[in-house]
């Protein structure tokens, strides 16, 4: 080694214009096949008239599968429905998760962080598991059913407590009220106590402070968690699989049914191209409704 | 604030709500010391048998100890990727800047079903066999937003000046990014680290359609569901993992905090 490598200090005595290469290349590769690639080729399966011969075979594209998916009006309502039942989770859960953000925010005080973390707790266990523990509370021999029979408000124990569509949304509701919480909360961090003061100063009281500046401010935070609720829910499929049963299917459950009981993987990338077209438009819709770069702050 | 003494309404709707929030978690505690295999009330007598049979189930183990690697890999994979981006995102200028941030930042809003069915396409005509690997790629596509975010949001506080003046005096840039930029994202690293981690851990939706014949914890979890003299076992299980995770994050908040 020459005594300009060791000065260099062992980078091989690259500067910045050589360095990118090496740290551009890994992820662009890893993206690309990882990502890139496999939606191209399901976007590609989805025109594929059926699962018949090698994969790697050239086919001829056809519109069939979303010509018979455009045909048949009941994978439309699910789609809707599971648009709809996304609309409200996410809306309960903002709308309960946005007093416990102001809570922390403005008057947990100097505990507010240890009454974070026992917010947070909950979220950090197992999905699979929480879910299961409901399952254990509403099933027919369950926490509620039997201590109602017990205390003879009910003869028989209650079957509508599990596996419809209620039991779907209440759940997704539950597991997601912690995380709601979280860009609120940093909203209403970022608010300037010195707007209270200065409002009350001038005579406001605290109702028309919440209206006036509290309220407008956190909004942001708000957009940003209901967004956060709203767009992984649409493609929900493992909690209507849980407790939801057959009738508490949502669009999700159909594009798992396709590519593992039915076996039609070409139907099932033309549903799930559908799937990723509705959320991709509506999150252009919520980039204009607010900057999603505040939520990573 | 004088405030969190007083029992005002928000304060019992805050610990109201909790008490919601913890009453499966306490189910779980109450159901993995019950000697009971039934999962209902009344409480027959506390146990430990299963945790101890715990031990001696090889499957539930083997189960975990797959999750074990495929978190521990995919989020070594996704932390050094994701620095990887926030470096080229905060300290280069070039064309395709702002598609690659773009792309990186997409799987947080691509539905996991999407991907899931996405990638199972991708391996089976590459004819790769599902596996560990395969779920570990799944993971680590998903967790590079979270930890891309986390570290550039650090990076982006530090002045590039100061890799300016390294170089200035003779360092070349890997060297720079060794010696100066690392040790200060490092704190922001580890907290990366860990959220691509617990991201990973628990992860169902995309390991159900990526895995083979070794399940991760929730697959096999999820398999096990139907067969109710099984769960006492997973739920003592869980409870041995939930403690974990929770150091696991208490150590990621203090690590926060010491910057």
């Known amino acids: ?297 | 604030m004088n405030a969190s003494r007083r029992l005002t309404p928000l304060t019992l709707y805050y610990f109201g709500l909790i008490t919601l929030l913890y009453l499966p978690i306490a189910l779980l505690f109450l159901f993995s010391v019950n000697s009971s295999v039934s999962l209902s009330f009344p409480i027959k007598q506390l146990t430990f048998d299963w945790y101890r049979k715990l031990f001696e189930a090889d499957a539930v183990l083997r189960a975990a100890r797959n999750s074990l690697f495929v978190a521990l890999g995919s989020s070594l994979a996704a932390t050094v990727l994701g620095t990887m981006v926030a470096i080229l995102m905060l300290r280069y200028k070039f064309r395709a800047q702002n598609l690659l941030v773009a792309l990186a930042v997409l799987p947080l809003i691509v539905p996991y079903i999407v991907l899931g069915v996405a990638l199972l396409i991708l391996f089976s005509i590459l004819h790769i066999d599902r596996s560990l690997w395969t779920i570990g790629i799944a993971h680590t596509v998903v967790a590079l937003p979270y930890t891309l975010l986390i570290i550039a949001s650090r990076l982006a506080g530090f002045d590039p000046s100061i890799e300016e003046a390294a170089m200035d005096l003779g360092a070349d840039y890997p060297t720079t990014l060794r010696r100066v930029v690392l040790p200060l994202i490092l704190p922001a690293m580890i907290s990366a680290w860990l959220t691509a981690f617990t991201v990973s851990f628990d992860e169902f939706a995309l390991a159900l359609f990526l895995s083979g014949t070794q399940p991760t914890f929730p697959v096999y979890l999820f398999s096990q569901l139907r067969f109710a003299s099984r769960l006492p076992i997973m739920i003592a299980l869980a409870v041995l993992m939930m403690i974990g995770t929770l150091t696991l994050v208490f150590i990621a908040e203090k690590v926060r905090k010491s910057e």
């Open chain 1, 1 to 297: 080694m020459g005594e300009g490598d060791r000065r260099s200090g062992g980078g091989w005595g690259l500067d910045r214009r050589a360095t990118f290469w090496f740290i551009y290349l890994p992820p662009l590769l890893w993206l690309g096949l990882f990502f890139v690639l496999p939606v191209l080729l399901m976007a590609a399966f989805s025109f594929r008239p059926d699962m018949r011969g090698d994969f790697l075979r050239l086919w001829t594209p056809t519109l069939n599968q979303y010509a018979s998916l455009a045909a048949t009006g009941s994978y439309w309502r699910l789609l809707g429905i599971s648009a709809l039942t996304a609309l409200g989770i996410g809306i309960s859960a903002v709308v309960l998760a946005y007093p416990l953000a102001y809570f922390l925010a403005l008057r947990a005080g100097h505990r507010a962080s240890f009454y974070l973390v026992l917010l947070l707790v909950p979220f950090w266990t197992s999905y699979l598991l929480r879910v299961m523990a409901w399952k254990i509370l509403l099933g027919t021999e369950g926490v509620l059913n039997s201590f109602l029979t017990y205390v003879g408000i009910i003869q028989e124990p209650l079957t509508a407590l599990l596996y419809n569509r209620t039991a779907v949304i209440l759940t997704l509701i539950y597991v997601w009220i912690p995380f709601a919480a979280l860009p609120i909360l940093a909203a209403l961090q970022r608010i300037d106590t010195a707007l209270f003061e200065a409002a009350a100063d001038l005579g406001a009281r605290p109702f028309r402070q919440f209206t006036r500046i509290t309220l407008p401010l956190s909004l942001p935070g708000v957009f940003a968690a209901f967004f956060m609720v709203f767009i992984p829910t649409i493609g929900e499929y493992v909690t209507p699989l849980l407790v939801g049963g057959s009738r508490g299917f949502l669009y999700g459950n159909i594009i798992q049914d396709f590519f593992t009981k039915a076996a039609n993987w070409p139907f099932g990338s033309a549903l799930s191209m559908i799937m990723l077209a509705a959320t991709m438009i509506l999150v252009a819709i919520a980039t204009r409704l607010i900057d999603l770069r505040q939520l990573f702050e």
